[in-house]
Structures are given as structure tokens and as C-alpha cells.
């Protein structure tokens, strides 16, 4: 049985799905999102929230500040909990302080406010933290948002102008046609595989392997905290190698809420928690928050990323497969990027020029080209 066609199928709910179902149904063309999951509930479920400018590259920075931009001009309502409260990046010691330095100087050039802070200040914006740090950095464009409620408004969106959601497990993705699992074939002359780390399994050949990661979030206590805050450590945990690590990453919930943070390890698909990780993570937190150690926690949870070798996304059209795009492989910035990555597809499909420069993320560069079945 065909369903009619649209004018674009996109494989995936979750928040990348979604901005890009907003997007194209914002240019006017008909979206089908096909998920065997409700919207937002699976990797996106399991993410923090942060909104947040990086500097591990340029074309990181170009894309997480592009998104972060757009982010604050969405209109939003009250449950996407959407809350500009900025990113402290806490140093330890003089090394991690001339990183300080660096960072700011980076941001700087490039237009973006940042703000260095000496031990002192630091324990003023931050009370509950250990004594005795060095310094930090303040990003205060950096935002949050509640992740399953934003990728339900931007899917809301799309399908208040005509867009529809299926039910349904996607099989093959060939040029112009979807096959679910269930025997429906879907037809469309554009396809977007944003299937997160299961985009391999529609996509042959590309290297999207997932990398676990634990979180866990506590009762409501206003005013605990009053930024996103991260260790500067966190950036070899979260770009490293194949080896487990943790890192001291808090996130605030306007709900009062804390979600402590983070892990990360490849080569598990089990989707359980691993105790022996969530005790490591822990110490690191309270080892730079001993404070918390005395609140409570309600639920711990885990989550897989969908990383590539180079630590960027895959965003764009698949070599050889006319009609079919690829926006995957955004490791820990999906929800940063999602609204950057959703505008980059519409450039692409529409055939305009892309709003930052576009190349860093082609799949081209990792996918050869697949014969037409």
C-alpha cells in the first residue's frame, strides 16, 4: 500500500528530524516524518539541553553559533523551558586558565561575548563550588531547552502547515522511495535519513557508531545553581579517543531541577545503566560540587550519540542517491544544532546557497558513491 506522496520523507522524530520537517514545511513543501517512536523520545530524550557555541574547529564554531542565533529567535512557548542562563567553563589550575585565555580570545575575534573570571568571581556567580578554583570562562549566550518538549514544538509546527507524522520503522532508502518494516513503501522525491546512529543501517557505508552516555537528574532545588557549568577537562572526555571517561557537567532545569553529567563510552549498545560509570561520574562532580552530594537524586538514564570519526555531522546530499540527504552524526550537539542543521538541508534541497559555509559537513567526504538500486 502507498501512501500519497509528499514532497519530503524524513526517517527520524527526533529534534533533528523535527527542525528539519519545520524548515521545509516553513518553504512550503509537504513533510512526512516516519518514526517507530514518538517524537523526541529516544536520543533526544536522553540529552541535556545545552545550547552552546564550540570552538574545537571552525566549522564547529560556524555551526553551533549559527544554531545558538537562531535558537534565541524562535518563539517558544513555556514548555520548551528555554532559559539563556550561559555556560561557565571552570579551570582548575594555571594550565586550564591559559585555556581560558584562549577560548576567549577565540570567541572574541569572532563577535562572540566572553567573559574571564578570576577564582574569586567565579565563587560569586557559582557559590556551591569547590574553593580554590583558578578561573573560569562565561558564555552568556548560551542557552537551554527542555529537549523532548522542543523537538515536539518544531514537530507541531511542521505539521500545522500540512505535515504528518507515520508510525513506522524505516527498511531501505532508495531515490524517491522509503520501505518500512512493514511492508508500506512511501514515495517522495526528496528523503532525509536523520536516523541518528541507526543512519547506517539506511545509508551503507557511512561511519555513525553510537557512544553511551550517562546522565542523572535530581530533585527540584531553586537557585542551586545558575549556569551550565563544565570543567575545561570536559572537552578531552568529550573529543578523546575509544577509552571510557567522565567529566564535571551540570545543567539547570528552570524547573529547579539539576542534571548532573557526563559519560561517555563506545562499544556498548546496552542500553542499561553501568553502575561502575555512573559511581566514576559522580566522584568527578562532587569533587568540584561536593554539595550535591547531599541532594537528592530521582532517576539516572543513559543515551547513545550518534559520533563520526572527524567530530562532525553529515549533513547533506548522498553521493549517488539523487533526492536522498544525510543530517546525522552530531555526537553530543544535536539539540545545539539541530535549527542550523534543518536551515542547511533547505539550502540544499531548495538549491540555495547555504547560510554558512556548508563543505566541513558534506557526506562526500566520508561516503563514497552508492550505485542507484
Known sequence: MNHPTSDAIIIGAGIIGCAIADALAREGLSVTVVDCRSPGSGTTAAAM?????????????????????????????????????????????????????????????????????????????????????????RIPADSMVYPPAAAKCLLDRAIARGGRLIPGRARIILPGRVMLTNGTDLVAPIIVNAAGFASPHLTPGISVNPRKGHLLITERYPGFIHHQIIELGYLKSAHGGEADSVAFNLHPRTTGQ???????????????????????????????????????????????????????????????????????GHEGLGITTSLATAELIAAHVLHRTPPIPAEAYLPSRVAKETPHA
Not at 52 to 77: G, H
Not at 276 to 296: C, G, K, N, Q
Not at 309 to 326: C, F, H, R, S, W
Request: glycine share 10%.
Open 49 to 137: 539541553g545545552h545550547l552552546v557555541v564550540m570552538d574545537d574547529s571552525e566549522a564547529q564554531f560556524n555551526l553551533t553559533r549559527y544554531s545558538v542565533e537562531l535558537w534565541r529567535q524562535q518563539d517558544l512557548p513555556k514548555g520548551v523551558e528555554f532559559d539563556q542562563g550561559g555556560t561557565l567553563w571552570i579551570a582548575t589550575d594555571d594550565v586550564e586558565l591559559a585555556e581560558v585565555q584562549r577560548k576567549a580570545a577565540f570567541y572574541r575575534q569572532r563577535g562572540v561575548d566572553a567573559q574571564v573570571l578570576d577564582g574569586r568571581r567565579v565563587a560569586e556567580a557559582e557559590p556551591n563550588l569547590c574553593p580554590g578554583l583558578a578561573g573560569g570562562l
Open 258 to 328: 539539576i542534571i548532573m553529567g557526563s559519560s561517555r563510552q563506545y562499544g556498548s549498545t546496552d542500553p542499561a545503566v553501568d553502575h561502575h560509570i555512573l559511581s566514576r561520574m559522580l566522584r568527578r562532580v562532587f569533587d568540584y560540587m561536593p554539595a550535591l552530594a547531599e541532594l537528592t537524586a530521582i532517576r539516572a538514564w543513559t543515551g547513545f550519540r550518534p559520533a563520526t570519526p572527524d567530530k562532525l555531522p553529515l549533513i547533506g546530499p548522498v553521493p549517488g542517491l539523487e533526492g536522498v540527504y544525510l543530517a546525522t
